[in-house]
């Protein structure tokens, strides 16, 4: 609190609030009112259960202000601690403004049963937002002194308890709980029990039934047996259809021009009197078979 008195100042105040401090604090107004809501309704488990929630969060709320600010510094770096720059300590000091003030907008107008002032226009915008009229809760003494009491003694507590602590010791709460602490330590046992009952159930299943069944036997079966068809099929269509016909027609077309070339490769000699031999061959040819049908009916 030495080193670091905005931060200390900002989060005390926010601590506060979050406790529901009686009448400087935001958080006292809002949790006074679902209190009395709670009360005015007959909800008495309700009401219990929040006024057991509203004492825990004083008491953790102070343990934390406690560990963090108070008494000598418990680790080392806390005896090197040091302010935080302006733009953290300025939210910090906007929001610890409204968590002392913005709370008065909304005091009811018969609070503790008198009128302090004019109407609260604050409910009235509310309600005129709201579909249909809700009735006010009429004020009542027992939940305004369970919400002072609550925050008081959470506060409280949280500072005599951890006013002396220092680091490495047992938690002061673990020896006074006893077995419960354990079973708070370990969170109810939720994330076993839900290990249990769910997330070892769903790796069976994803093993068992879709890995090796799902998987392996009939996604993976049905895969290869129709590979093995398709290969099946393949094998036919290129021993009986692709080898015999569609390659063996194109060996016998490269094959027989091959060998059409090599035959009329012997008239190629490269000697012009051959070829006009040849030429006067095809002439003398061609005069005989024209001569033949012209006189030889």
Same mark, same amino acid.
């Given at each position: 609190r030495k080193k670091m008195?905005?931060?200390?100042?900002?989060?005390?105040?926010?601590?506060?609030?979050?406790?529901?401090?009686p009448l400087v604090t935001a958080g006292f107004w809002s949790k006074d009112e679902i209190l009395a809501d709670a009360f005015a309704e007959g909800h008495?488990?309700? #009401?219990?259960?929040?006024?057991?929630?509203?004492?825990l969060?004083?008491?953790?709320? $102070? =343990?934390?202000?406690?560990?963090?600010?108070?008494g000598e510094p418990r680790t080392k770096a806390a005896e090197h601690a040091h302010e935080t720059p302006?733009?953290?300590?300025?939210?910090?000091?906007?929001?610890?403004?409204?968590?002392?003030? *913005?709370?008065?907008?909304?005091?009811?107008?018969?609070? $503790?049963? =008198?009128?302090?002032?004019?109407?609260?226009? #604050?409910?009235?915008w509310v309600a005129s937002t709201l579909p249909e009229h809700l009735p006010t809760v009429n004020f009542n003494w027992l939940p305004l002194l369970t919400s002072v009491l609550v925050a008081s003694l959470g506060l409280l507590g949280g500072y005599l308890v951890y006013r002396k602590y220092q680091a490495g010791q047992e938690d002061p709460v673990k020896k006074a709980l006893?077995?419960?602490?354990?079973?708070?330590?370990?969170?109810?046992?939720?994330?076993?029990?839900?290990?249990?009952?769910?997330?070892?159930?769903?790796?069976?299943?994803?093993?068992?039934?879709? *890995?090796? #069944?799902?998987?392996?036997?009939?996604?993976?079966?049905?895969?290869?047996l129709f590979a093995r068809v398709t290969y099946s099929i393949g094998s036919i269509f =290129?021993?009986?259809?692709?080898?015999?016909?569609?390659?063996? #027609?194109?060996?016998? $077309?490269?094959?027989?021009?091959?060998?059409?070339g090599k035959s009329l490769r012997v008239v190629q000699t490269g000697r012009v009197q051959q070829y006009m031999l040849i030429g006067l061959g095809f002439v003398f040819v061609a005069v005989f078979y024209y001569l033949y049908k012209l006189f030889l009916p």
């Amino acid at each position: 609190r030495k080193k670091m008195p905005i931060t200390f100042w900002t989060f005390l105040i926010g601590g506060f609030a979050l406790s529901g401090f009686p009448l400087v604090t935001a958080g006292f107004w809002s949790k006074d009112e679902i209190l009395a809501d709670a009360f005015a309704e007959g909800h008495w488990m309700v #009401f219990g259960t929040l006024a057991l929630a509203a004492l825990l969060t004083a008491f953790y709320t $102070m =343990r934390q202000i406690t560990l963090t600010f108070l008494g000598e510094p418990r680790t080392k770096a806390a005896e090197h601690a040091h302010e935080t720059p302006l733009t953290m300590t300025l939210p910090l000091m906007v929001l610890a403004f409204f968590s002392l003030t *913005y709370g008065w907008v909304g005091i009811p107008d018969d609070f $503790m049963g =008198r009128n302090f002032g004019p109407r609260n226009w #604050f409910h009235d915008w509310v309600a005129s937002t709201l579909p249909e009229h809700l009735p006010t809760v009429n004020f009542n003494w027992l939940p305004l002194l369970t919400s002072v009491l609550v925050a008081s003694l959470g506060l409280l507590g949280g500072y005599l308890v951890y006013r002396k602590y220092q680091a490495g010791q047992e938690d002061p709460v673990k020896k006074a709980l006893g077995p419960i602490h354990k079973i708070l330590q370990n969170k109810y046992y939720f994330d076993e029990i839900y290990e249990v009952i769910f997330i070892k159930p769903a790796i069976w299943i994803s093993e068992t039934v879709s *890995y090796l #069944f799902l998987d392996r036997k009939i996604i993976d079966g049905f895969l290869h047996l129709f590979a093995r068809v398709t290969y099946s099929i393949g094998s036919i269509f =290129r021993n009986y259809i692709d080898m015999p016909i569609i390659n063996g #027609f194109g060996d016998f $077309m490269g094959e027989g021009t091959k060998k059409l070339g090599k035959s009329l490769r012997v008239v190629q000699t490269g000697r012009v009197q051959q070829y006009m031999l040849i030429g006067l061959g095809f002439v003398f040819v061609a005069v005989f078979y024209y001569l033949y049908k012209l006189f030889l009916p």
